[in-house]
């Protein structure tokens, strides 16, 4: 006898604004974001910024962290990696993959660091956080444990060629990571810090703005059975863009915008970036507030998302202590309440203290 799929457990956020999660990455809300009324002084955005992210889907905040901040995280991505910027033949040698997924990531970029630093740093900056509660309208926010991407030209070992190509669903250079056909579609809010400045040849962050400006009259016009991942568009009518950004610049985008990464195509040149992101705490979901302080605390591997595999080589647990925290630091992990203060766990003020928080 067939059983029914369980319908997920909606948590809600601990914000004044009602938001709805099963899972911390997409969120149910009566008004989506593009159509929210502000209720919250802007922190960092203006309002010309705050008008361009909701008619078109995404902003740019510019210096979000200093230029020397995001070249010392460029250094550690090279670092990490094992990789010479300045010797290219070092940027192809393939490791043994586990997977298949594995090898995709390798030729992607993705580098499998989550939980050193100066990673944090950035995640508890305070205008990267103020960013992100302009967007959302609230301050109570969880920041995502996500990596790194170091993308040189894509040849050789990483040419893409080397993944076969679909007719449907997931595309690299243009692809929503929402379900588009959904009558109500969940919010969620994405974001990159560029390392480094970026150029053409390099490829890299692109998206249809005029799509999402017009999504909702374009749809109506499609046919039944779309592809709710892919868009089939006319660019030119619908361009692709590739916004400019310089080191330290934040891009902040909405889930209903089209995306992807188009292909570094220069000849020695790379795209690098932090993924990071915030979403609206979900305090009383405790196995996943649980999980993302073990995380941090033991640096393992985060299990929000399937595609985080963590280094095969020397895990992070080998290389580096937890990263220090600041009282913003701690409430964006979820060690703190944004409401009541409270530590997470009944041992959590104790482990804190022993292991003082502090890079070793």
Request: aromatic share 10%.
């Amino acid at each position: 006898m067939h059983q029914p799929t369980p319908t997920p457990y909606l948590h809600r956020a601990a914000s004044e604004r009602p938001y709805f999660s099963a899972d911390g990455e997409t969120y149910l809300a009566p008004i989506p974001l593009r159509d929210l009324e502000k209720t919250r002084p802007l922190r960092v955005l203006s309002e010309a910024d705050f008008a361009f992210w909701q008619t078109y889907g995404y902003v740019v905040v510019r210096e979000a962290i200093t230029p020397g901040e995001a070249k010392e995280l460029l250094d550690f991505t090279w670092d990490f990696q094992g990789l010479d910027p300045d010797r290219p033949d070092t940027w192809y040698a393939e490791p043994e993959f586990r997977s298949e997924l594995d090898q995709h990531l390798f030729i992607y970029g993705f580098v499998e660091a989550y939980h050193h630093q100066l990673l944090w740093n950035s995640r508890q900056s305070e205008r990267v956080h103020g960013a992100f509660a302009d967007v959302w309208d609230c301050e109570e926010l969880w920041v995502t444990l996500d990596r790194l991407n170091l993308n040189p030209p894509n040849r050789h070992t990483r040419s893409r060629s080397l993944i076969d190509p679909t007719d449907e669903g997931f595309d690299i250079e243009l692809h929503w990571d929402v379900d588009s056909t959904l009558t109500v579609p969940p919010q969620r809010v994405q974001g990159i810090l560029a390392l480094n400045d970026t150029q053409p040849e390099l490829g890299g962050f692109q998206c249809d703005p005029e799509l999402f400006r017009r999504f909702d009259q374009w749809r109506t016009a499609q046919p039944a059975g779309r592809d709710p991942i892919r868009p089939a568009v006319d660019r030119a009518e619908f361009p692709v863009v590739r916004p400019d950004l310089q080191a330290g610049d934040l891009l902040i985008f909405n889930g209903l915008l089209a995306h992807g990464v188009a292909p570094n195509v220069s000849d020695s040149g790379v795209r690098a970036v932090q993924y990071l992101s915030m979403m609206p705490a979900l305090e009383e979901h405790t196995a996943l507030r649980t999980s993302r302080v073990e995380s941090w605390r033991t640096l393992s591997t985060p299990d929000w998302n399937g595609t985080l595999l963590g280094d095969a080589r020397r895990p992070e647990a080998l290389r580096y202590g937890p990263a220090e925290l600041t009282g913003l630091g701690r409430r964006l992990l979820g060690l703190d309440s944004w409401t009541t203060g409270e530590t997470e766990g009944a041992e959590g003020n104790d482990k804190a203290r022993e292991t003082g928080g502090g890079a070793r």
